[in-house]
Structure formats: C-alpha cells, structure tokens
C-alpha cells in the first residue's frame, strides 16, 4: 500500500503570496498517476491536476503540479481569496487509491 | 453536463445494512470506472472502493473488504455500494467519482452522508 504524506498540516499565508504544499509517497507512484483536490467546507472536492501535472478542465493557470517517482508539489502562483481551503493528493495507479491527509491553507 | 446524484444515506443502527446509489448523467456511463470515497466528520478523504466501466475488475480499500461491495448498473446508469455489518466508524459523507479517460476521478457528486448509531 502507498502512503502519501502531505505537508505542512496547515499554511498560513496572504492573498498575493505564493504558495508550495508537498506531497511525499512511501513508494513510487506508477505513470505519475498523481492528482490533486481542492475541497471547501460544505462542498465535494474538484479536481485542479492529474496526471501530476495536467490541470483539469477551467482549473486556472496559477494552478501548477510538479514531480515524479515519490515527491510531488502544487504551487499556486498568486493566491486568489478563493484558493483558501483543503488541499488533497492522491495516487489512482495502483490498488489501494490513496489520499494524503490534507494541507489546510488558510490566511494569515 | 456530467452530474452523479447520490442516495440511500441515513440512519442505520450499528450491525444493520445499507446500500447507496450513485444516478449518473451527462457522459456515456458504460465507458468510464468509477470510485466510492468518504469522510468522516471533520476528517480527510478516504478511498473506498472501485469498479471498471464494465463491471468485471472491483478493488477495495483493504480495510473493507468483505463488507462492502461495489456494483454498477450500465443500463440504468447507476453505481451502487453496499454496506453490510456498519460499525460507528463507517459513519461519513459517501461520494461516488467518475474517471476521465486517463484514470483520473474528475466529477465527484455532492455526496450522501451515512450515521451509524443506536
């Protein structure tokens, strides 16, 4: 079983601010099989990339993923006050699907 | 557009049964798998259970396994998951996903939340 592990826990930065959350996995992810979620309170996740690098359908461009075998980065250019909320990775290579335990990312 | 509504959630005592419908639309449904995710309350995410467009390959998280079973419909368009023996900690919002054509889970639902409580 791959385990990801997300960090930080919790990144407190401003609107206009870059930001980077990390995403390490216990062993290599197959084909980069990498995603990342954005989930706000109340509301399912969307997907912003897959794929470890593709962004999906109207994720904007200061959406970025980065990284292959079993480190992966999203960074986020410019903070939007929309970007503030949870921040999943995933790995759908290989049996069990896992999820990282989030990065919260609130304003400072 | 693509829409999964889900249903079958509610109150079920500890030991009982359950089994959630995921009603999809928007896209050719016999072409595409799909997954079974939930959280719990104030938690992260937690990978469930998958199926293949066709029905003919299932994975489970390994924690589940043998109580839950996944399951699609392609004629009437419609994942299921059925859940037997609930405890407390399968109490959580149930989302279904479907998967673009590189195996990503792109389109989620709204979710159906599931309490497991005497």
């Known amino acids: 079983e791959i385990v990801l ?3 930080p826990g919790t990144l407190s930065l401003s609107p206009g601010e870059r930001a980077t959350l990390s995403c390490r996995a216990s062993q290599s992810v197959s084909s980069s099989y990498l995603a990342w979620y954005q989930q706000k309170p109340g509301q399912a996740p969307r997907l912003l990339i897959y794929g470890a690098t593709s962004r999906a359908t109207g994720i904007p461009d200061r959406f970025s993923g980065s990284g292959s ?3 992966f980065t999203l960074t986020i250019s410019r903070l939007e006050p929309e970007d503030f909320a949870v921040y999943y990775c995933q790995q759908y290579g290989s049996s069990p699907y896992s999820f990282g335990q989030g990065t919260k990312l609130e304003i400072k | 557009q693509v829409q999964l509504v889900e249903s079958g959630g509610g109150v079920v005592q500890p030991g009982g ?4 419908s995921c ?3 928007g896209f050719t449904f016999s072409s595409y798998g799909m997954h079974w995710v939930r959280q719990a309350p104030g938690k992260g995410l937690e990978w469930v259970a998958f199926i293949q467009y066709d029905g ?4 489970y998280a390994d ?3 043998g109580r839950f079973t996944i399951s699609r419909d392609n004629s009437r368009n419609t994942l299921y998951l059925q859940m037997n023996s ?3 900690e399968d109490t959580a919002v149930y989302y279904c996903a479907k998967v673009n054509i590189v195996a990503a889970p792109d389109y989620w639902g709204q979710g159906t939340l599931v309490t497991v409580s005497s």
């Open chain 1, 69 to 71: 075998g079993t480190d």
């Open chain 2, 63 to 65: 924690s589940l396994k």
């Open chain 2, 86 to 88: 609930l405890r407390a």
């Open chain 2, 56 to 59: 003919n390959k299932k994975y």
């Open chain 2, 23 to 25: 009603a999809a639309s």
């Open chain 2, 17 to 20: 049964s359950l089994r959630l």
């Open chain 1, 5 to 7: 592990t997300q960090s």
